[in-house]
């Protein structure tokens, strides 16, 4: 906990609208991503120079905020999420900031609209949405990536859940990401590692 109130204070202050959505989804307990995953979404964009992100999961769109504002000019978004009323609210936020013509907000379920996708090369492919499907993802977008494109995860330590031993009173999401960290790291078609960012980030670059 020193460290991580050390490096709180250590980073700069977060944008406003950011900071403002950060809250809004706490406020309203909406799933979003720990701010540390965040930072290191923005810093992978940057270092990429991605033009081509699919995110699976809007919620409120703070994840895919992240991202947009570290997209360069010619960058777009594809943000798969069913809930139209949350993406509303993703919406209003990716207008304040500006990008929302970099954005398209796709409400669909994930697996009906990924059979469909047309996009390839793929720079960066962001998966936070139904944990119990997140094998189906996996195997769904990796083609969809270009040769060393990355596919980044989050929740696989699952508040450490998934680390625990396996117990009779496991709910059906930890079985899920149990099973899912063994495929992630061991696919054929991937370089692949998960590391202790946040609540856990898997992150692996298409290497065949």
Not at 29 to 35: H, K, L, T
Not at 40 to 49: D, E, I, R
Not at 54 to 62: C, K, N, Q, S, V
Not at 177 to 196: E, G, M, S, W, Y
């Given at each position: 906990?020193?460290?991580?109130?050390?490096?709180?204070?250590?980073?700069?202050?977060?944008?406003?609208?950011?900071?403002?959505?950060?809250?809004?989804?706490?406020?309203?307990?909406?799933?979003?991503?720990?701010?540390?995953?965040?930072?290191?979404?923005?810093?992978?964009?940057?270092?990429?120079?991605?033009?081509?992100?699919?995110?699976?999961?809007?919620?409120?769109?703070?994840?895919?905020?992240?991202?947009?504002?570290?997209?360069?000019?010619?960058?777009?978004?594809?943000?798969?999420?069913?809930?139209?009323?949350?993406?509303?609210?993703?919406?209003?936020?990716f207008a304040r900031a500006g990008v929302e013509e970099q954005i398209a907000i796709i409400n669909q379920q994930a697996l009906e609209m990924l059979d469909t996708f047309q996009q390839r090369n793929l720079d960066i492919v962001f998966i936070d949405a139904v944990k119990t499907e997140y094998e189906d993802?996996?195997?769904?977008?990796?083609?969809?990536?270009?040769?060393?494109?990355?596919?980044?995860?989050?929740?696989?330590?699952?508040?450490?859940?998934?680390?625990?031993?396996?117990?009779?009173?496991?709910?059906?999401?930890?079985?899920?990401?149990?099973?899912?960290?063994?495929?992630?790291?061991?696919?054929?078609?991937?370089?692949?590692?998960?590391?202790?960012?946040?609540?856990?980030?898997?992150?692996?670059?298409?290497?065949?």
């Amino acid at each position: 906990m020193r460290d991580l109130a050390y490096l709180t204070r250590l980073h700069r202050e977060l944008p406003p609208l950011l900071l403002e959505l950060e809250q809004h989804g706490t406020r309203e307990g909406i799933p979003i991503v720990d701010r540390a995953t965040g930072r290191f979404l923005s810093v992978l964009v940057h270092a990429m120079q991605a033009n081509r992100i699919l995110e699976i999961g809007t919620a409120y769109g703070y994840s895919t905020l992240w991202m947009a504002l570290a997209l360069p000019p010619a960058g777009r978004i594809w943000t798969i999420d069913p809930d139209i009323r949350r993406t509303e609210v993703a919406a209003s936020y990716f207008a304040r900031a500006g990008v929302e013509e970099q954005i398209a907000i796709i409400n669909q379920q994930a697996l009906e609209m990924l059979d469909t996708f047309q996009q390839r090369n793929l720079d960066i492919v962001f998966i936070d949405a139904v944990k119990t499907e997140y094998e189906d993802y996996l195997e769904m977008v990796v083609p969809m990536l270009k040769r060393s494109g990355i596919v980044v995860v989050d929740n696989l330590l699952w508040s450490g859940r998934t680390a625990a031993a396996p117990g009779r009173e496991d709910d059906e999401e930890t079985k899920a990401l149990r099973a899912f960290n063994k495929t992630f790291l061991n696919h054929p078609q991937l370089d692949a590692t998960i590391v202790p960012i946040g609540d856990g980030i898997g992150i692996g670059a298409r290497v065949d």
